[in-house]
């Protein structure tokens, strides 16, 4: 005999899939631990192809910046050293990160957020935000 | 400007403490319980026997003491429970605890950051592993 009883799901439980399924965030606050744990609520250990723009991406929190995620003028951060908002991962795993593969940021701002990762994206990282500070100077 | 993501969230309010005894604590809720107390440090606590639960990196500043805890699952190296901030002073995005007690608690899903000399302190308090 078949059980077709189904539990009725939650208001949290169904914001939470309904924000895991969406692909494009655009004007909105994003609370990034929770944008996390509602992905590994759904089974998905990092955050894959999403488009933010002109968005607000709030910690505490520390993104590993994964393959085919890219910044395009964005504010990451208060920072008057770049470093400082920079993380170097001392194991070939890393723990207690939100990881973000395929996703892209445009003219989004980072509020409370460290990037970590490979070290060629880290000194990409911190090329990047010395060329904006320098271009910023000089407007 | 919307904002979407913090409404739905129904936590029980962890309080201000200063002890917690075997609470589940999920770090970025404490540390907005915090901010909202008007400190971006989370100072002065007791957590005994307490659950905390990431994502997150800690940066124990000064006078964090952690006694019997189970950092984590560090997957065979303690390395992997650890981040160098690159920056020498300051850093952003990882929590910060000052003068805090942590016995007999577990973590999941965190990370660990701090002066090189604490990591290395960490890595072989977990397990032996090799400073960098």
Known sequence: MNDTTQTPMSAEEKFGRELVARTTFEKEAVWLPSLAVHHMNAGQTFIEGKTFTECLIEGPAVMAVMNGTHFDTCNMGVAENPKTLLLDPRGDMIAGVIGMSNCQFIRCRFVQVAFTGAREMLDGVEKDLLGARGAAAQA | ?132
């Open chain 2, 1 to 132: 400007m919307t904002d979407v993501a913090p409404a739905p969230l129904t936590l029980e309010p962890l309080g201000a403490g200063p002890t917690y005894a075997s609470v589940n604590i999920w770090l970025p809720q404490l540390y907005i319980e915090s901010l909202r107390a008007g400190s971006q440090v989370i100072e002065n606590r007791r957590f005994e026997g307490c659950l905390f639960e990431g994502p997150a990196v800690i940066l124990p500043i000064e006078g964090c003491q952690f006694d019997g805890c189970d950092l984590g699952d560090a997957k065979g190296d303690p390395r992997s429970l650890m981040l160098a901030p690159l920056g020498a002073n300051r850093v952003v995005g990882p929590i910060a605890f000052k003068n805090c007690q942590f016995i007999n608690c577990r973590f999941v899903g965190v990370g660990f950051t701090g002066a090189a000399a604490f990591l290395d302190d960490m890595a072989q308090a977990i397990g032996g592993g090799a400073p960098q």
